[in-house]
């Protein structure tokens, strides 16, 4: 390390540098390495987080959304291009059902704001709470989004109708009939100044060509948006629309599905599999580049240098780092098969980086300091499940479980997923067993990703700021030229911040049981032996248990044995 004070042109050596640390023969993970502060000569706000996705795209934030079926669909695809990010459309549906996810996000020029609710003209509105809280129900041809606008009823209306029985009344008798409307085609400011000016407390959009109501903004929203700190600038396509990925697979039938998602506008692929170094992908990766020269291909999953070096030949324009280290993983349980995060990170990045091929850091991220790890390690963005699966812009809806707000959240190698999809991969091969690479559970409200990606993004910066580095390919030439230090944290201090609970910080995860459990106390007592901060909160199928943070968990859960399948969620909640 060089001291930076004047005159002083000593080598100072303190810290390991990345070579060293990742060479004696441990695979780390995010939480297994701590970085030294090095030397601050700028502030955080300068800090540059513009980065590639892949060779030939751009993103102002280094964020994306993982193709699963609880995180990415056509809402989450918006908002995170509309922060400089981008979303990849999972595959679990059928081409034409992710082709229609692509067209909704690049169909919008802002993000979804509020979910808008739809009935039907013959419907009748029985209780206020219908209106969860929104301002207004829309009514449609077929009591559903994209279909033709027949009216609206506007809360304060409904409350003031004086009429007892309006529970049983149809809408159509009571409802504002061709009400005013915006195109789809606005801007957000567009749409907050006319809502501004015409003093209304929404205001329906209207596709202008199918005359379809697409969405419904309320002043409220609007209000609240503005309040959000500011994201990047909004990543675009060249078709000047939102940036969108989806994913794919390497079976025959991919190929036709990649044919409906490029017509849909699809910006990137991902072929998507936990172990990509195969026959099968790298056929898949030259027929891209073959049949769509213009497609940028992001191949995967890889963590060590010879799988990264096989489908950097093979022509790939990103890479997708991560096997085993995702939330609700269990490969490297049921495979032994796998790498530490960080370890991943580093290696197939010092490749990858040699043919200017960006490494995407998939799977591990809970919290902003696990994004800085990532992008300092070599990854040029972070891939994100758990992380964005509780805010609204996933899909699903809200359920109250164990006394607070929670959203599904699912492994795609969950027999659950498998069961559900597409799954031409495990179940269209009928003779072949079953084995679950996955887990399935919910994860805590975190509200919207327009909020807390900019406020994470701002931690980053913090980051990237005590290690000097004023931007990602900064933060990229410390790590390699040695004067980023890091260290190995010790069993001794994981054990101190297992054995002391963090105050404010509850860790609760979701444990998916192989068979019914209906043990509490004797499961409690075990996991009490095997990870003494655990809490049998709820038994059932799905055994919650809330623990105060601790780094061990998997290990102290994977200890109960008799049926216990894996772990799903570490969410935060404040006492
Ligand atoms: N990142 C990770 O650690 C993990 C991720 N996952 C996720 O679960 C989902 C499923 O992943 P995988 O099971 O790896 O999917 P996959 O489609 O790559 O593999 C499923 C099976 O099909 C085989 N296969 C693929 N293409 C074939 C072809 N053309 N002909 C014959 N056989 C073929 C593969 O060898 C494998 O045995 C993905 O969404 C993945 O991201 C699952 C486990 C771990
Ligand atoms: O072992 C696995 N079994 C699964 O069923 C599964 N589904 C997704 N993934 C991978 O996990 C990543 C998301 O991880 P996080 O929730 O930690 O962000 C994702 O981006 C995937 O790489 C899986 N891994
Ligand atoms: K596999």
Redesign the pocket.
């Known amino acids: 390390m060089y001291s930076v004070l004047a005159g002083a042109a000593q080598v100072i050596d303190d810290g390991f540098p990345a070579t060293k640390l990742f060479s004696q023969g441990y695979s780390y993970t995010y939480d297994d390495v701590i970085f030294l502060p090095h030397y601050i000569d700028f502030p955080a706000d300068s800090v540059r987080l513009d980065t590639k996705l892949t060779r030939n795209i751009q993103l102002s934030t280094p964020c994306v959304a993982s193709?699963?079926d609880t995180v990415t669909e056509s809402a989450m695809a918006a908002a995170l291009a509309h922060l400089g990010g981008v979303g990849i459309i999972h595959s679990n549906n059928s081409a034409s059902d992710q082709s229609a996810l692509i067209r909704a996000a690049k169909a919008r020029r802002f993000p979804s704001l509020s979910d808008p609710i739809v009935v039907s003209s013959s419907d009748s509105i029985a209780s206020v709470s219908e209106f969860g809280s929104s301002p207004c129900i829309l009514v449609t041809k077929t009591g559903a989004k994209n279909s033709g606008l027949l009216g609206v009823v506007s809360k304060s209306d409904w409350l003031a109708m004086d009429n007892v029985n309006n529970k049983e009344v149809r809408v159509s008798d009571y409802m504002v009939k061709s009400p005013v409307t915006v195109p789809s085609s606005y801007s957000f400011e567009d749409v907050a100044g006319y809502l501004a000016n015409s003093k209304l407390d929404f205001v329906a959009m209207v596709d202008e060509g199918s005359g379809e109501v697409v969405d419904v903004v309320a002043s409220a929203d609007v209000e609240r948006i503005k309040g959000y700190p500011r994201g990047g600038v909004p990543s675009l396509g060249a078709d000047g629309k939102f940036l969108v990925g989806a994913?794919i697979?390497?079976?025959?039938a991919d190929k036709e599905r990649l044919e409906h998602l490029v017509k849909a506008g699809a910006n990137v692929v991902v072929l998507?599999?936990?172990?990509g170094n195969?026959s099968?992908q790298i056929e898949m990766i030259k027929y891209v580049k073959r049949t769509y020269p213009e497609l940028d291909v992001i191949g995967g999953?890889v963590v060590t240098m010879y799988q990264a070096q096989n489908l950097i030949q093979a022509g790939v324009d990103g890479l997708r780092v991560?096997?085993?280290?995702?939330s609700i993983?269990t490969?490297q349980e049921v495979c032994a098969v796998?790498r530490g995060q960080a370890t991943a990170v580093y290696k197939v990045s010092s490749i990858a980086e040699q043919s200017g091929v960006p490494v995407i850091a998939?799977?591990g991220i809970s919290n902003s300091g696990h994004i800085v790890k990532a992008l300092v390690l070599g990854a040029s963005t972070v891939m994100m499940g758990s992380f964005l699966a509780g805010s609204n812009e996933a899909p699903g809806a809200y359920e109250f479980q164990g006394g607070r707000w929670v959203k599904k959240y699912r492994?795609?190698?969950s027999l659950e997923a498998m069961t559900k999809g597409s799954d031409a991969?495990?179940l269209g091969d009928k003779e072949k067993l079953k084995i679950a690479?996955?887990v399935v559970g919910a994860v805590a409200d975190k509200g919207s990703v327009l909020k807390f990606i900019p406020y994470s993004m701002q931690a980053v910066k913090q980051g990237l700021q005590d290690l000097g580095a004023s931007s990602l390919q900064s933060a990229h030439d410390l790590l390699r030229s040695g004067v980023l230090r890091l260290e190995q944290t010790t069993m001794d201090d994981l054990k101190t911040r297992r054995g002391t609970p963090r105050q404010g910080l509850i860790w609760s995860l979701v444990v998916e049981t192989v068979a019914p459990l209906r043990v509490p106390t004797r499961v409690a007592s075990r996991v009490a032996v095997a990870a003494p901060n655990l809490v049998v909160a709820e038994t059932g199928k799905l055994l919650v248990l809330t623990l105060v943070k601790s780094n061990k968990v998997r290990t102290g859960a994977a200890q109960i044995e008799g049926g216990v399948h894996g772990l799903v969620s570490y969410e935060k909640k404040s006492f």
């Open positions: 193709p699963m994913a697979g390497t079976r025959e998507d599999s936990s172990q195969s099968y999953n991560g096997m085993g280290s995702g993983c490969t796998g998939d799977g492994g795609m190698g991969r495990y690479q996955g």
